[in-house]
C-alpha cells in the first residue's frame, strides 16, 4: 500500500513494532516471480477475483510503505519517498545506494522507483503488480483502463509497465488536489525542488551503464506515460514534472555523448593517418560506435518522451501542468538549440503565447528571455519572431503586470539583438510604458528606451573609457536627444515619471547637473546649436525632477508601491547625491535665477525655485555657505519684487522657509533678509493705504494696483512665515471698512485682504495657544476674530461673486476653526476663542449655499467651454463641501442641514457624494436628530409640490415620485439593522404620523383591520413620559459643545417655543384650520419662503375638500409670531455685539 505523505515521521513505536512484524505476502511474491518462482504466487493470485484482490490488500502493504526504522531513538525514512520528502542533505549518497541495488536486483529496485512515483503523486491506496506474458491477450488489453469500483468505494488504473501490469488502487479523495506538488506546510515546502533534484541525480549518476540497459528508462517511460494519461489530476501534474526532468537530463548526457564522439573521432582521424590498422584504433572505432549506439538510444528516449508526453500534455487541461512543459522546452531549446531551436519546437511557444492563464504566458516570455538573449540563437529564430512580434508587442497590454513586464524584456533583448526587427512604429507603442504608474512596467520600458535612444555605436564606445574628471561630453548629446523625447511625448507633464523609469539603467546621465545647466546658461552666440524655449522649459522639468529622485530616493505620488526600507547603501548614495547637488547648485543657481527671472519665463523660474528645498545645508559651516548664500538670498529678493505671479511668488516665500530652517547655522543670516524684505513690503502697502484713505475717489487705477501687488506679495508670503509683528489685520480691516462704506476698491484687492486677514488670525491662534500667551492677548484674538467674521458676513451680499465666495469659504474655515469640537481638542487656553453661530448667520450661510451651489439648469448661463464648466462644478463643490463641514463638526443646528438634503436626488450626479457623506455623519452624531432633519426635508419638499400644482396633487408626477425616491433613499441610510434603527423610526412615527393622523376613531370607522395600528399608536403615546431617556440612548453620541453652552442660539429657543406651542395646540381639528402662514416648515429654502406664505392658505382647503389629510399642521401660528420677535432681538444684539469688537479692531493702531 502507498504510504500516506500526511502521516507525520512520529509514528509510535507500537505501531512501527506492528507493521514490521506483518510479512508482506505480496511485496515478497513479486521479488520471488521475477526471480523465476512465479507460479505460486501466480497460481494464488489467479484464484482470486479482481476486485477481491484489491479488497484484500486495502491494508496488505500500510507497514512496509510507512514504516519506518529506529536506531538509536532516532527515526530513519526506509522509502524513496520519504527520503525526498524529508528533504535529506545526503541525496547522493540515496541515489548511489539505489543504483547499487538495482546492479543486485534489478526488478525489486525498479518496483521501488515504481512505487516512489505513485507516492509522489500523493496516492494513499496500493500498488500490485503481476508479470505480464502474452504480449496479444485481448483481455489484458481490454483492462488497460481506468475504472471506479462502487462496491468498494475505490477507483483503480490497470495499465503495463514492461514487464510488469501495475494495479494502482485509491480513494477518490486523489483528485481534490491536494496532493505533495500543491500541499503547504514545512514538510512540502521543498518537496518540489527535491524531487527534480533526485531525478537529475539518478539519470546522471546511470549516465554511463543503467540509463543504456534498455530496461531502466523504457520501464520509467512507459510508466510515466500511463500516468500522464490518467483522468487524475496528481497523476498527470506529478508524471509530467518527472517526465520533463528526464527529458532534461536526457539532453545532458546526450550532450556529454556529443563530447565522446567529437573526442573519439579526433582519436581516431589521428590514428588513421598512419594508414596501418592497429589495435588502437580498433578500440577507438569499437568506442565510437558504441557512443553512437548510446547516442541513438537517447534519442529514441526523447523522442518518446516528447511524443508520448510532451505533445498531449503541453496542451493540458491543467495550467501548472501546461506550465511545467513550455518551461522546460524553453531550457532544451538553450541547451541543445542545433536540436530543439527549429520552428518545429518553437511553435509550441508561439501558439502558447496566446494562452488564457498567465502563469503560461508567463513560463512563455522567460524561456524566451533566454533564447533571444543570445545573439547567435536569433539568427535561428527569424520566422519566429516575424511570426509572433506582434503578440509579443500586444502583451505589453497584458492584465498581469508581470507578464508585461517580461514582454517589454523581451522586446528589449530583440531591439539590442536582433536587427532592424522593430519598427519606429511598434517602439513607439512602447516608449509611452515609462509614464506608467506601475513601476515594473515603467522601469522595463526605462531601459528599453534606454537601448534605444542612448546605446549608439558613439556612446559605447565612450561608455568603454576609463572615468576621468572631465565632464563627458558625450552625455550633452544624450541630454538633448532626452529633452526632445520629452517634449514630443504625449505626456509631456509628467516629467517625475520618465526620470524614475530611466533612474536604475540611465542614473549616470541623469546626474551629470553641469551637463543640463550648461545647456541652460549657453547663450545664442555658442558653436552648438542652442535650445529652443520650450526645450529649456523642458530640460528645466527635467533638471528638477532629477534633483529630486536624487535627493529624495523614492517613486513619485502614485507610483509607490508601499513603504520600502532603504539599506545603508541606499542612503549612503542620497546623502551623497544630495551634497553633490547642493555644492553645484549653491553656485551656479543664482545666475540661473538672474538669467530667466529677468526674461520673464515664469516656467523656469518656478522650476528653479524648487531647487533649494533638496540641499544638504547641514554638512557645510557658516564661513563657506555665507558668501554663496548670501548672493542667493539677494537674487530671491529681487524677484518677489520684480515678479507678480503667484506661483512664482509661492516658491520665493517657500525657499526663504526652507532656508530659515531653526537646524541651519544660515538661521540668522536668513531671518534678517527676511525681516528686511518684509520691511519693505509692509511699509510700501501701508503708504499705498494712507494714500488711498486720504484721496478716497482720487485714488488712480495705477496706485490701485500697485497697492494690490503689494498686498498680493504680503498675503502669499504671510501663509507661512509669521509677520504678525507689523500688525496687518488693523491695515486690512480700515481698507475692507471702507470698501463696505463707499465700495470704491477693486475685488482683487478685497480678495487679497481677507486672505491677509485670515491670515493673520491664524498666526495669532498658533500664539495664543502656547503656554506663554497671556489674557490680554486672548481676549483681543476672541474681538479680532468676531470682528472680521462680522467683516466677512456683510460681504455675503457683496455684488462681486469671486468676493463673496472668498468671504464664504474664510467664514466658514473660521466658523470651523474657533468651533468647541476644534478648539477643545487642541489646548485649554483656546477653548475661550469658541465661537458659537447665531441663528441668523446660520441663515444666512444656508441661503448662500442654495443661491450660489444649488442652480437650476435653466438658470445656468449656456457655456461650451467643458473646461470652465469642470472649474466652475469644482468651485461650488468646495462652497457646499465648506458648508457641510459646520454640519458635521455641529458647529450648526443639525435641522437646518434640511435644505441640503432635501437635494440629494435632484442633484445627485454634481454632489451626491458630498451630501451621502455629510448624512452619513450626521447619523453617527445622533440618529434620532437626523431622523427628524431628513422628515424635515421631505416635508419642505411636499410644501414645494403643493405650490406649484396649485389645482390637484397628481400622486403620478415626476416631482411626487422624486419625493417617494428620496424618502426610500433617506431610509437606506438607517441601515438593514432594525434593532439599531428602533428608537428612531418609533421617534418618528410618535411625533410626524400615529399622533397626528391616526385616531382611535378610525378603528370604529374602518373595522378591525386598524387595531393593530391603534395598538402601536397607544404604546408610542404611553412611552411620552420616557422621551427625555429614549433620546439619550447609547445610540445618540454625547451632546456637542454647542448644545452644552448656556449660550442657547436664538433658533434654538425658536425651536423650543415652537415645539411647546404645537403640544400645546389642541386636536387635529384646530391644527386643520391654522393659517396658512403658521403651517410653513420653519426650515423652508429662503428663496421659498414669501411665495409659500402667499399660496398655502388656498392649497390647503383645496386638498381637504379632496380628502387627503393636510401635512402642513405641525406649529401654532403663536410660535411663528414669538419666533419673529425673537429673531429681531436677535440679530439686533449680535450685530451690534459685532460692530462693538470691529471698532474695538480699528482703534488699535489709527496711525
Not at 559605447?460 to 514630443?488: A, G, W
Request: glycine residues 4%; charged residues 30%.
Amino acid at each position: 500500500m502507498i504510504a500516506d505523505p500526511e502521516l507525520s515521521s512520529r509514528t509510535s513505536l507500537q505501531k512501527e513494532s506492528e507493521s514490521h512484524s506483518e510479512p508482506d505476502n505480496d511485496l515478497e511474491n513479486q521479488r520471488r516471480g521475477t526471480e523465476g518462482s512465479l507460479t505460486p504466487w501466480k497460481k494464488r493470485r489467479r484464484d482470486q477475483s479482481e476486485k477481491g484482490r484489491r479488497r484484500a490488500s486495502v491494508c496488505s502493504r500500510q507497514g512496509r510503505m510507512n514504516g519506518h526504522r529506529q536506531r538509536d531513538g532516532d527515526i530513519e525514512a526506509v522509502t524513496l519517498f520519504e527520503v525526498v520528502r524529508m528533504g535529506k542533505s545526503a541525496m547522493q549518497a540515496v541515489v548511489n545506494d539505489w543504483v547499487e541495488e538495482y546492479k543486485q536486483d534489478r526488478d525489486t529496485a525498479l518496483l521501488d522507483l515504481i512505487i516512489f512515483f505513485i507516492q509522489c503523486s500523493g496516492c494513499r491506496g496500493m500498488v500490485t503488480a503481476e508479470v505480464f506474458q502474452n504480449m496479444h491477450n485481448p483481455d489484458i488489453r481490454r483492462k488497460m483502463t481506468e475504472e471506479f469500483d462502487e462496491e468498494t468505494g475505490l477507483q483503480y488504473k490497470k495499465f503495463m509497465v514492461y514487464p510488469w501490469i501495475l494495479n494502482v488502487t485509491w480513494p477518490l479523495d486523489l483528485d481534490s488536489g491536494d496532493y505533495p506538488l500543491t500541499m503547504s506546510g514545512p514538510y512540502w515546502k521543498k518537496f518540489k525542488s527535491n524531487f527534480c533534484e533526485f531525478l537529475s541525480l539518478l539519470i546522471q549518476h546511470c549516465q554511463y551503464t543503467i540509463v543504456h540497459d534498455e530496461y531502466l528508462m523504457d520501464t520509467v517511460i512507459s510508466l510515466l506515460t500511463g500516468l500522464s494519461d490518467s483522468q487524475v489530476r496528481a497523476f498527470r501534474h506529478t508524471s509530467t514534472l518527472a517526465a520533463m526532468k528526464l527529458m532534461t537530463a536526457l539532453i545532458n548526457v546526450s550532450l556529454s555523448l556529443r563530447v565522446q564522439l567529437q573526442n573519439s573521432q579526433r582519436q581516431c582521424e589521428v590514428e588513421m593517418i598512419d594508414k596501418r590498422p592497429t589495435r588502437r584504433l580498433e578500440t577507438f572505432l569499437e568506442k565510437k560506435k558504441e557512443i553512437i549506439e548510446k547516442q541513438e538510444n537517447i534519442e529514441n528516449l526523447m523522442n518518446a518522451i516528447f511524443k508520448g508526453i510532451f505533445l498531449h500534455r503541453y496542451r493540458d487541461a491543467l495550467p501548472e501542468i501546461r506550465a511545467i512543459c513550455i518551461e522546460e522546452i524553453g531550457i532544451w531549446m538553450k541547451s541543445c538549440s542545433d536540436r530543439f531551436l527549429t520552428d518545429s519546437y518553437l511553435k509550441y511557444v508561439g501558439w502558447t503565447l496566446h494562452d488564457k492563464q498567465s502563469e503560461v504566458r508567463l513560463k512563455c516570455l522567460i524561456g524566451l528571455l533566454g533564447l533571444y538573449s543570445d545573439k547567435s540563437h536569433c539568427s535561428k529564430m527569424d520566422l519566429f519572431t516575424c511570426r509572433f512580434k506582434d503578440r509579443i508587442i500586444s502583451m505589453t497590454l497584458d492584465k498581469e503586470s508581470e507578464v508585461a513586464v517580461q514582454a517589454i524584456k523581451v522586446l528589449t533583448l530583440m531591439l539590442q539583438n536582433c536587427e532592424e526587427v522593430l519598427t519606429s512604429r511598434d517602439c513607439e507603442q512602447l516608449h509611452h510604458f515609462v509614464y506608467s504608474a506601475h513601476r515594473p512596467v515603467a522601469v522595463a520600458a526605462g531601459e528599453f528606451l534606454h537601448k534605444k535612444l542612448f546605446c549608439s555605436q558613439e556612446s559605447e564606445v565612450q561608455d568603454e573609457m576609463p572615468e576621468t574628471n572631465e565632464k563627458p561630453i558625450h552625455n550633452l548629446s544624450h541630454i538633448r536627444t532626452l529633452v526632445n523625447f520629452y517634449q514630443e511625448s504625449e505626456d509631456n507633464a509628467r516629467s517625475a515619471y520618465l526620470i524614475d523609469s530611466l533612474w536604475d539603467c540611465s542614473a549616470s546621465i541623469l546626474k551629470d547637473w553641469e551637463a543640463m545647466t550648461a545647456l541652460l546658461l549657453e547663450g545664442d552666440d555658442s558653436e552648438e546649436e542652442a535650445l529652443t524655449l520650450l526645450q529649456k522649459k523642458a530640460l528645466a522639468e527635467i533638471m528638477l525632477s532629477t534633483i529630486r529622485q536624487a535627493a529624495e530616493g523614492h517613486p513619485p505620488g502614485g507610483r509607490c508601491l508601499g513603504k520600502k526600507v532603504q539599506v545603508t547603501k541606499e542612503r549612503k548614495s542620497l546623502t551623497d547625491d544630495r551634497a553633490k547637488l547642493t555644492e553645484h547648485f549653491i553656485v551656479i543657481l543664482p545666475q540661473l535665477l538672474a538669467k530667466y527671472s529677468a526674461d520673464g519665463d515664469e516656467a523656469i523660474t518656478v522650476n528653479l525655485l524648487q531647487i533649494p528645498q533638496y540641499f544638504e545645508l547641514e554638512g557645510y559651516g557658516t564661513a563657506e555657505l555665507e558668501k554663496h548664500l548670501d548672493i542667493l538670498l539677494k537674487q530671491l529678493k529681487e524677484i518677489v519684487e520684480q515678479q507678480t505671479d503667484s506661483e512664482v511668488l509661492e516658491f520665493c516665500s517657500k525657499a526663504y522657509l526652507v532656508l530659515s530652517n531653526e537646524e541651519l547655522a544660515t538661521q540668522s543670516q536668513v531671518v534678517s533678509a527676511k525681516i528686511q524684505l518684509f520691511d519693505q513690503l509692509v511699509g510700501k502697502f501701508n503708504q499705498m493705504l494712507k494714500n488711498f484713505l486720504h484721496k478716497g475717489d482720487g485714488f488712480g487705477d495705477a496706485e490701485s494696483h500697485q497697492m494690490w501687488l503689494a498686498l498680493k506679495r504680503i498675503t502669499t508670503f504671510h501663509n507661512a512665515h509669521d509677520i504678525t509683528q507689523w500688525n496687518l489685520l488693523s491695515s486690512t480691516c480700515k481698507l475692507l471698512k471702507r470698501d463696505l462704506e463707499n465700495g470704491n476698491v477693486s475685488e482683487q484687492i478685497i480678495i487679497q485682504a481677507i486672505l491677509c486677514s485670515y491670515y493673520y488670525i491664524m498666526w495669532q491662534l498658533s500664539k495664543a495657544s502656547e503656554v506663554t500667551s497671556s489674557k490680554d492677548m486672548q481676549e483681543s484674538l476672541r474681538k479680532q476674530m468676531r470682528g472680521f467674521c462680522h467683516i466677512c458676513r456683510q460681504y455675503l451680499s457683496h455684488s462681486s461673486s469671486i468676493v463673496k465666495e472668498q468671504a464664504f469659504i474664510v467664514l466658514c474655515d473660521l466658523l470651523l476653526i474657533f468651533s468647541h469640537e476644534v478648539l477643545s481638542g487642541s489646548s485649554e487656553k483656546t477653548e475661550s476663542f469658541a465661537y458659537i453661530p447665531e441663528s441668523t448667520l446660520q441663515s444666512e450661510l444656508v441661503s448662500f449655499v442654495l443661491d450660489h451651489v444649488f442652480i437650476a439648469q435653466e438658470r445656468e448661463p449656456i457655456d461650451r467651454d467643458e473646461e470652465r464648466k469642470v472649474g466652475k462644478l469644482h468651485k461650488r463643490r468646495n462652497l457646499l463641501a465648506a458648508f457641510c463641514k459646520l454640519i458635521v463638526f455641529s458647529v450648526v443646528e443639525m435641522h437646518i442641514a434640511a435644505d441640503i438634503f432635501k437635494q440629494y436626488i435632484k442633484y445627485y450626479i454634481d454632489y451626491g457624494d458630498i451630501i451621502k457623506e455629510t448624512l452619513s455623519r450626521t447619523r453617527q452624531i445622533d440618529k434620532i436628530q437626523c431622523a427628524k432633519t431628513l422628515i424635515q426635508s421631505l416635508k419642505q419638499l411636499f410644501n414645494e409640490l403643493l405650490q406649484g400644482q396649485a389645482s390637484c396633487l397628481d400622486r403620478w408626477s415626476q416631482p411626487f415620485t422624486s419625493i417617494k425616491d428620496l424618502a426610500r433613499r433617506f431610509s437606506l441610510m438607517f441601515g438593514l439593522d432594525q434593532l439599531k434603527t428602533r428608537e428612531a423610526m418609533a421617534m418618528l412615527h410618535k411625533y410626524n404620523y400615529l399622533e397626528r393622523f391616526v385616531t382611535d376613531q378610525m378603528a370604529a370607522e374602518n373595522g378591525e383591520e386598524w387595531l393593530p395600528l391603534i395598538a402601536y399608536r397607544r404604546s408610542l403615546l404611553d412611552c411620552r413620559d420616557d422621551d427625555t431617556d429614549s433620546t439619550d440612548s447609547s445610540d445618540r453620541s454625547a451632546p456637542t459643545p454647542v448644545q452644552q453652552s448656556p449660550k442657547t442660539t436664538s433658533l434654538k429657543r425658536k425651536m423650543e417655543i415652537e415645539d411647546g406651542v404645537s403640544e400645546t395646540g389642541g386636536n387635529e381639528e384646530q391644527s386643520m384650520k391654522t393659517s396658512a402662514s403658521s403651517l410653513t416648515p420653519r426650515l423652508m429654502s429662503t428663496v421659498r419662503r414669501e411665495t409659500l406664505k402667499r399660496g398655502n392658505h388656498t392649497k390647503e382647503h383645496r386638498l381637504e375638500k379632496d380628502g387627503t389629510p393636510s401635512l402642513h399642521s405641525e406649529f401654532g401660528a403663536t410660535a411663528m409670531g414669538s419666533t419673529d420677535e425673537l429673531m429681531e432681538e436677535d440679530r439686533a444684539r449680535s450685530v451690534e455685539g459685532d460692530l462693538d469688537d470691529l471698532n474695538e479692531i480699528l482703534d488699535i493702531d489709527n496711525d
